[in-house]
């Protein structure tokens, strides 16, 4: 069974650009979450998406955005890019929105320059 | 707000060095509290996965317990393949969010 896959793995932008990172969960998964993880803050959640519905959403600005497909896959879009925005984004995938154990993938590397 | 405190920052330990890694968490109606395992360039691994103070659970070298305000991942006899991040979550009540702490670095010496 393939994991969960993102893309692209590295991606530099400048600021003030946008950016669209993609990520395709383990088949017959339909909870997707996607979080930021910084050398400083750690993980942190971004949203949480199932059935192409967000059930939940962290405390980010509402440059950050995402949405799911039918088919369970998810996308999420960042504008107006800021120098802080470069961290690692990583997708999780779930069974359940239970999310009792998550399935992460590698993550997209975004710089910001 | 739901908080997860990990502890220490980093720790390097020789091969054969027991010790244990500390999550302290501030939930109401804690859900489930989780241990991950991270390597450098990959995303977090599931380890394992408590519901209730008291409880624990093992794997391998591995074993994480359970208290009303903290958990702890103890390390036995630790091998330099056990270097990683260890990542401590919880979920709280109100809605499925997973919140996780920042991390614990362990390096093993050979």
């Known amino acids: 069974k393939a994991g969960v896959t993102q893309t692209p793995r590295y991606l530099i932008k400048t600021r003030g650009q946008q950016v669209t990172l993609s990520c395709s969960p383990i088949?017959?998964?339909?909870?997707v979450s996607w979080y930021q993880q910084t050398p400083g803050q750690g993980l942190q959640f971004l949203f949480e998406?199932?059935?192409?519905?967000?059930?939940n959403k962290g405390n980010f600005p509402g440059r950050f955005s995402g949405r799911q497909f039918s088919n369970s896959r998810s996308e999420m879009n960042v504008s107006t890019l800021e120098l802080g925005d470069s961290a690692l984004y990583l997708c999780?995938?779930?069974?359940?929105?239970?999310?009792?154990?998550?399935?992460f993938g590698s993550g997209t590397q975004l710089s910001v320059l | 707000e739901d908080q997860v405190t990990q502890s220490p920052e980093a720790l390097r330990l020789q091969e054969g060095e027991s010790s244990s890694l500390n999550c302290s968490y501030t939930?109401?109606?804690?859900?489930?509290l989780f241990w991950y395992r991270q390597d450098p360039g990959k995303g977090p691994e599931f380890l394992f996965t408590?519901?209730?103070a008291g409880e624990e659970k093992e794997k391998e070298r591995l074993k994480a317990t359970l208290t009303k305000k903290e958990s702890f991942l103890h390390i036995t006899a630790p091998k330099p393949e056990d270097s990683a991040t260890y990542l401590c979550?919880?979920?709280?009540?109100?809605?499925?969010?997973?919140?996780f702490g920042k991390g614990t670095r362990l390096h093993i010496l050979p």
């Open positions: 999780a995938s779930s069974p359940a929105t239970t999310n009792e154990k998550l399935f």
């Open positions: 979550a919880v979920q709280g009540p109100v809605d499925d969010k997973i919140i």
């Open positions: 408590l519901y209730s």
């Open positions: 998406y199932f059935s192409e519905t967000q059930r």
């Open positions: 088949s017959g998964h339909r909870s």
């Open positions: 939930v109401s109606g804690l859900r489930g």
